[in-house]
């Protein structure tokens, strides 16, 4: 194979590999994107969620009129006084691997869970 080639492959490697990032994340700039979590029906989706570290999720309630939030509780914080009412987001980093399972505080039954991997 040339050398030629081998630049051109290169390229096309990085192309593809931005293009398929820009699938799953979105927002209004590099620097501003993450995974998107939808609230509806009582319900966090996808439930599970496996991003980078040092990405970030953001949270969209999409519930008509229920409010609910995102309380990381056995990670041992206070649970929000803010509640996501109807549109409302709530957007957060994660600089450390591992699995953090996460709840809303009003509706126990619904919980999710985010993986942060290197
Ligand atoms: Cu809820």
Excluded at 19 to 46: H, R, T, W
Excluded at 68 to 85: A, K, M, R
Aim: hydrophobic fraction near 35%; aromatic fraction near 14%; proline fraction near 4%.
């Amino acid at each position: 194979m040339g050398k030629k080639m081998k630049w051109k492959l290169l390229i096309l490697f990085l192309s593809l590999g931005i293009f398929s990032q820009s699938i799953f994340a979105v927002g209004s700039s590099e620097n501003d994107s993450y995974s998107l979590v939808v609230i509806n029906g009582y319900k966090f989706i996808p439930q599970v969620i496996t991003i980078k570290r040092g990405q970030k999720i953001r949270w969209v309630n999409r519930e008509k009129r229920q409010y609910h939030n995102v309380w990381f509780e056995t990670s041992g914080e206070e649970e929000p006084e803010d509640y996501l009412f109807s549109g409302d987001t709530y957007q957060r980093e994660f600089n450390k691997t591992g699995a953090f399972p996460y709840r809303c505080g009003p509706h126990p039954e619904m919980t999710g869970m985010v993986h942060v991997v290197d």
